[in-house]
């Protein structure tokens, strides 16, 4: 783990913040407070981390969402249950029996209701409840409930930034605080290296529902290129190796008719020449990132996507290697550094 101390401790600290979309100021403080270091930041109308470096040369965009997915309370019933809907793209088959912190006028603790198997019909057998049949125990009457709770209050779900065999930690929010982690790790390799390069960094809110605070911030940008890191699928068993990334063999560049293939095409070559670890991402048609976003904001910005392969997406347990983290972090590095003219 000490080859990726950096990257693990950033990981970590973001994590432990709280952001659903909408409601991402916890996440966005912390984050902000790291990227200080580097720039100057501010936090946007809508709740976006925006950092700037003046230059005089390209101007270069960074994106990688702070917002993570959760649940949204929408009423307390009669006998004090929560009742919620999804806040990004939750997933209802792992909800059953989790655990969740519901953020109302103070932080209570709750479970997810789950029908014990002896009473389960056989027509709900194998089959997850949809979001209108949730149903959340935080242990009050409905009349104490409503002190403390009231719809529209977020939900996320209770996990532990866990250390696994090897470099792979696994916790809730990886998707995308990974991103920002990759990003704050490329600036501390870029100190000093980014010549006369414009560059703003957003941490950017909203992406889980519909990605609105990319396409604002990217309009307000106005940049000549962006890269944004995300994450994407990583194999797994009952998952084809073929059709996705490997855990712990770098970054994926991707491939897409809505992305620059020139700007594709640049980040492999450099990932080549500096031995950075790559795999390949192709899409057929749009992103489901803030690329898609990006790339139509104002006058249009050519936009290439990195991606940070991941297990269990939208779950408490999504986990990554460090090492992917790093090589994506090593080739946004290299990229500013050759469009800014400076020598690596």
């Not at 995308?176 to 560059?199: P, Y």
């Not at 992406?207 to 396409?215: D, M, Q």
Request: aromatic share 4%.
């Amino acid at each position: 783990m000490s080859e990726y101390q950096n990257v693990s401790l950033l990981l970590k600290a973001l994590c432990a913040a709280n952001g659903t979309s909408g409601d991402e100021a916890e996440a966005a403080e912390i984050a902000a407070g790291m990227l200080k270091k580097y720039m100057d930041v501010e936090i946007s109308p809508l709740g976006s981390v925006i950092g700037r470096l003046d230059g005089n040369g390209i101007h270069i965009l960074l994106d990688a969402h702070i917002d993570q997915i959760g649940l949204v309370v929408t009423a307390i019933d009669e006998t004090g249950f929560l009742k919620v809907a999804k806040c990004g793209g939750s997933d209802a088959r792992v909800l059953a029996a989790s655990d969740v912190t519901v953020h109302g006028k103070k932080d209570v603790f709750g479970v997810v209701t789950s029908t014990p198997p002896h009473l389960a019909s056989k027509d709900d057998e194998g089959k997850a409840k949809g979001f209108d049949d949730v149903s959340i125990d935080i242990g009050l009457s409905r009349e104490n409930a409503e002190k403390i709770v009231e719809p529209g209050d977020r939900i996320t779900f209770n996990s532990s930034f866990d250390e696994l065999l090897g470099n792979r930690v696994a916790s809730a929010c990886i998707d995308d605080r990974a991103g920002v982690a990759a990003i704050l790790r490329a600036l501390e390799l870029l100190e000093g290296k980014t010549g006369n390069a414009k560059i703003t960094v957003m941490f950017s809110s909203q992406e889980e529902t519909g990605g609105s605070g990319a396409l604002t911030g990217a309009f307000s940008a106005q940049a000549d290129e962006a890269i944004a890191v995300d994450v994407s699928f990583a194999s797994a068993p009952n998952i084809s190796s073929e059709k996705y990334a490997s855990l712990g063999m770098g970054t994926m560049i991707g491939y897409s008719p809505s992305l620059d293939f020139e700007m594709s095409k640049s980040l492999k070559r450099l990932a080549e020449e500096n031995e950075i670890q790559y795999q390949n991402e192709v899409m057929g048609g749009r992103t489901g990132t803030n690329c898609d976003e990006i790339q139509i904001s104002g006058r249009g910005c050519k936009t290439a996507l990195l991606s940070i392969p991941i297990r269990n997406m939208h779950t408490a347990v999504e986990l990554c290697d460090l090492s992917d983290i790093e090589e994506t972090a090593k080739l946004i590095a290299a990229y500013i550094t050759e469009r800014s003219g400076t020598n690596a």
